[in-house]
């Protein structure tokens, strides 16, 4: 028998191939409590983080729904205050419009005044006289440009303020707006799970923006946006109540001083009729004086005439008495009377031609008067004509201040203690 060939290649001993079997035994349990190390690990790290992810979540939701709670109710109080700022502006606006159309309600009367003024400088002569009518109605024309002079710097402060409340609710709507979106995003954050659409990876989503502010930042912005209106509509509070109560002053004022004007007026017509009546029994009298002058010039007249034709025949006597011839012209009892009778009838003659004269004067100087006293009555008539117009004229005033007072009805504005204009008044 032929032996076997031996076949190449390298031979491991028993020993060998046991110790190979002892290391493959020995790596493979290894290995299993390295892996078993790792399962025990990784389901550990997968339990904490499951619960960490859980929780991160409810918590990451509790503080989404809390800044959403915390954005409405300042979302509120902002939209409150907006509201408020609203009512404070129409306050503040129907305050204006009032004392707009106060302001417009002056300017008849001004125009009455003035006209008054203008009636009455038509007067003539003596007449035109500055009498305490004319002082009443200057006061007026003067207080009332300056009543319109003050509700007009009230009406511009009024305007004035009425920009700032309006920029303070523009600062407060825009907040709101703002409030509005925030709320609107934090709630759709609020909304989102793990199963959502709309969820993906975004680039560099922990970057701050460079415009963000802190917590203490975004309160304080709306705690001053609510502090700047509030203050705004205190100012606007106390704008109106100063306007109510000026307004209210200014037309105590105005009536006053419009109730001493028609008393002066009507005080003045009064001493005018009483001259006028004075002037016009004088007028009469004076013209019986003069008619009863008239008979008397006559009667002197004719007085003298009669005793120059009585003179004349003295006078004749005598010259013809002066032919008796011889002895018998003789200065005898009839010659010294008939002396007498020139004598005296001369004497009478010349009493009645000097009273005769002063009567005349008299009579001229009466007539003279007569026509001045008669210029002066129609300078009166025209003077007191002029004084009922004047009060016919005043008399639109109060047409137009009632029709004023039914126009626009004034109710009382509170202030911010609860006082209305009239209350303060009265204190």
């Known amino acids: 028998m032929s032996a076997l060939p031996a076949k190449p290649g390298l031979r491991h001993s028993v020993s060998e191939w046991t110790s190979n079997n002892r290391q493959l035994s020995a790596k ?21 983080t ?34 408020k700022v609203d009512q404070e502006m129409e306050a ?31 007067r003539r002569g003596h007449e035109l006289v500055a009498d305490p009518v004319e002082e009443e109605l200057k006061k007026e024309v003067e207080l009332i440009e300056r009543v319109q002079q003050d509700l007009q710097q009230h009406v511009d402060k009024a305007f004035e303020h009425l920009c700032v409340l309006q920029e303070a609710r523009h600062h407060l709507t825009a907040d709101v707006q703002n409030k509005t979106e925030a709320l609107e995003i934090d ?68 009536d006053t001083q419009c109730r001493a004007t028609e008393f002066a007026l009507r ?27 008239e008979d008397d010039v006559h009667g002197l007249d004719a007085d003298m005439r009669a005793k120059t034709a009585s003179l004349k025949l003295a006078h004749t006597r005598l010259e013809n008495r002066t032919s008796r011839p011889g002895v018998d012209l003789c200065r005898d009892e009839v010659q010294h009377g008939l002396v007498d009778e020139v004598h005296q009838l001369e004497a009478t003659i010349a009493a009645l031609k000097q009273k005769l004269s002063e009567a005349q004067h008299s009579l001229q100087r009466m007539k003279l008067h007569h026509s001045r006293m008669l210029q002066d009555l129609s300078r009166k008539q025209e003077a007191l004509s002029l004084e009922h117009r004047s009060m016919n004229t005043r008399g639109h005033l109060t047409t137009t201040s ?26």
């Open 187 to 254: 709630l759709s954050c609020l909304s989102l799970t793990i199963t959502s659409p709309q969820i993906s990876l975004k680039t560099n989503p922990t970057r701050v923006p460079s415009c963000s502010s802190t917590p203490k930042e975004w309160i304080q912005n709306s705690q001053h946006n609510i502090v700047c209106a509030e203050e705004a509509m205190q100012v606007s509070q106390q704008i109106r109540e100063d306007t109510s109560l000026s307004r209210a002053q200014l037309q105590n004022e105005l």
């Open 402 to 427: 009632s029709v004023n007072k039914s126009l626009v009805p004034l109710a009382p504005l509170t202030n911010s203690g609860g006082k209305s204009s009239l209350q303060l008044l009265a204190e």
């Open 267 to 293: 005080k003045r017509s009064h001493h005018e009729e009483q001259a006028r009546s004075e002037l016009e029994w004088q007028i009469r009298h004076t013209e019986g004086e003069m008619s009863e002058m």
């Open 50 to 83: 499951n619960c960490k992810t859980s929780w991160d979540e409810i918590d990451t939701s509790r503080r989404l729904s809390d800044r959403a709670w915390d954005v409405a109710r300042c979302k509120e109080a902002l939209e409150t205050c907006a509201l």
């Open 92 to 122: 503040l606006t129907l305050s204006k419009e009032q004392t707009e159309q106060a302001l417009a309600a002056t300017a008849v009367p001004l125009e009455v005044s003035k006209e008054c003024l203008m009636l009455r400088d038509g």
């Open 28 to 48: 493979a349990q290894h290995e299993r409590n390295v892996s078993n190390v790792i399962r025990q690990e990784g389901r550990s790290l997968r339990n904490e």
